[in-house]
């Protein structure tokens, strides 16, 4: 592989699939992933795409609902880039051969919570994984493009203050590769939580690596948690579709009552209420799940829209044709990120950042269902405008590979087990401190406890050797180097991601969204402002753009 691109795109989902499309044609690219198999969030996205493509729906409408969903905290420039731009998606995504539902009168859609209309366009309730595939097949067109599967990125390369490339574990060899401009499209940190509906490779690491390099991150206290995911005990926490609520389903508790009848729009309130309702019912009747009644969407329905949900649950014992399922909230979607602007630049010159990864200030305090595919697509078509500056100077290249690590110095510290060990206890800290309900005294000591553990986590011989490896050089490593330095960098980039979560969380002193203080239950005015947080700075607030 060359060691120089014009650009290089950090993640295969829809957002990094999409950036590859739009970026100018003539520059050269690399699309990377750090996974070689296939599922990303953005494919196992069920619900859909929301976008006005009818007489009866309005822009201002799915503005105004966007608004209402952030609590505040939308900016509403962004806002209305997303609502304006998004059919003129829909057309892309048709050019491309995207197999969107249809009825007799033109695209099917459907309604999802806090909408005011049916603008949800569906591929049955596996519409991720059609627009994953309708734009994969679309990227292998492209000209200039290469793109590799397994090759993940470790760090951010810098110089001068700006971002000129990338390192990379490529094989068992470490390098680094340089770029005119990098694009992180790596997705959210749901796997952060012990309870999530997001893949393994969610795990943040896109924001971890670009606040390690200088750049601003922004809401990270504000994190979505899906009211119903599938809660079978040593099962995977799959998403039931908010749709299949949309089309008729309803939630009851352990005594066959409503959890969320109190709820202004019951089953289609809010996400953020929903789950905070459903919280507190299990641990008022001491439960691990409510249930989910799929029935009254009819059994018709369900076969034909949602034919994923019924093969899955059927795959584990359950028919949800037949019965209610079991059902609880899990992490879901991240609303804060990478702090871009509305050409999806961020703060550190030569970085950009497209998709959950990026605060663009769309989403504010809580993401309205269905918007977040097309901000992937949104954004990403804004770096066609992509035009390179001349790059700062960097160090010459230095022929060969630095010394290899000794075996000893390589090997001490923690082992493999133990790595993972450390990793699921953080997502069970994160789980108790920082999921649906957080409490300010908890969050407080957590934050201190993860940022010891980091301290000390960060001397490991091969983390600082992959860190301090110059510009130009490789570091060859064995196959059991290679697996230990990429579970040390999971574990650093989690208990990084972790820390900015709680400091973020403790520092808003008030409830907004997906951001729940128990010791501080209500929204307050002062706090109508984003958080950001930069490398060696105390956290600090900026107005939302009301324009």
């Not at 699309?31 to 201002?60: M, Y």
């Not at 893949?199 to 899906?226: C, I, K, N, T, Y």
């Not at 269905?370 to 010459?396: D, I, K, Y």
């Not at 990084?496 to 973020?504: C, F, I, K, R, Y």
Request: net charge neutral; glycine share 10%.
């Amino acid at each position: 592989m060359a060691s120089h691109f014009d650009v290089v795109v950090v993640g295969s989902g829809a957002a990094g699939l999409m950036t590859c499309l739009e970026l100018p044609p003539d520059l050269q690219v690399l699309l990377l992933s750090k996974s070689s198999s296939p599922p990303s969030a953005s494919r196992w996205a069920q619900g859909g795409i929301a976008a006005v493509t009818s007489a009866e729906d309005s822009f201002d409408s799915h503005v105004a609902d966007t608004l209402r969903a952030g609590a505040g905290l939308c900016d509403q420039e962004a806002v209305a880039v997303l609502v304006r731009e998004a059919p003129a998606c829909v057309e892309r995504l048709l050019q491309l051969g995207m197999a969107f539902d249809r009825t007799p009168e033109g695209l099917s859609t459907t309604l999802e919570a806090a909408h005011s209309h049916r603008r949800v366009l569906h591929a049955q309730d596996r519409t991720g994984g059609a627009l994953v595939d309708a734009l994969e097949r679309e990227v292998q067109r492209r000209p200039g493009l290469v793109q590799r599967k397994g090759i993940p990125v470790l760090q951010l390369w810098v110089e001068n203050g700006c971002c000129v490339g990338v390192q990379v574990l490529e094989g068992d060899r470490l390098r680094w590769l340089r770029a005119g401009a990098v694009v992180l499209a790596s997705g959210g940190g749901g796997h952060l939580f012990a309870h999530t509906t997001n893949p393994a490779q969610a795990s943040g690491d896109g924001v971890a690596m670009a606040w390690s390099a200088g750049a601003a991150v922004r809401d990270l206290e504000f994190v979505q948690f899906h009211p119903t995911a599938l809660m079978l005990p040593g099962a995977p926490h799959f998403l039931i579709s908010e749709a299949v609520r949309g089309e008729g389903a309803r939630l009851f508790d352990a005594a066959g009552r409503s959890p969320v009848s109190r709820l202004e729009g019951g089953d289609l309130a809010p996400r953020d209420q929903v789950s905070r309702a459903l919280a507190r019912c299990m641990a008022e009747q001491g439960v691990t799940h409510v249930w989910l009644d799929l029935r009254p969407v009819g059994r018709e329905r369900l076969e034909r829209q949602f034919p994923t949900i019924l093969r899955r649950c059927r795959e584990l014992g359950l028919d949800p044709c037949e019965a209610r399922i079991p059902v609880a909230p899990a992490a879901h979607y991240w609303m804060g990120g990478i702090a871009t602007d509305l050409q999806a630049a961020t703060s550190l010159p030569g970085l950009y950042a497209v998709g959950e990864v990026a605060s663009t200030g769309v989403h504010g305090a809580n993401r309205l269902a269905s918007n977040s595919l097309m901000e992937c697509l949104v954004f990403a078509r804004r770096l066609r405008r992509l035009r390179l500056q001349p790059p700062p100077p960097v160090p010459l290249p230095t022929s060969g590979p630095v010394a290899a690590l000794a075996g000893q110095e390589a090997l001490a510290g923690p082992d493999e087990p133990s790595l993972m060990a450390a990793i699921g206890e953080l997502r069970r800290l994160c789980w108790q401190v920082a999921g649906v309900e957080r409490r300010g005294v908890d969050l407080e000591a957590a934050l201190r406890r993860v940022r010891r553990e980091r301290s000390g986590h960060e001397r490991s011989a091969l983390l600082r050797r992959a860190h301090d490896l110059p510009p130009g050089r490789e570091l060859p490593l064995t196959p059991a180097q290679s697996r230990r330095l990429l579970l040390l960098q999971d574990l650093r980039q989690r208990l990084v991601l972790a820390e900015l979560l709680m400091e973020a969380a403790a520092f808003r002193g008030e409830s907004r969204g997906g951001h729940f203080r128990t010791d501080a239950p209500a929204p307050q005015p002062f706090w109508r402002r984003h958080t950001v947080q930069l490398r060696g700075e105390p956290p600090l607030t900026t107005p939302v753009d009301s324009r």
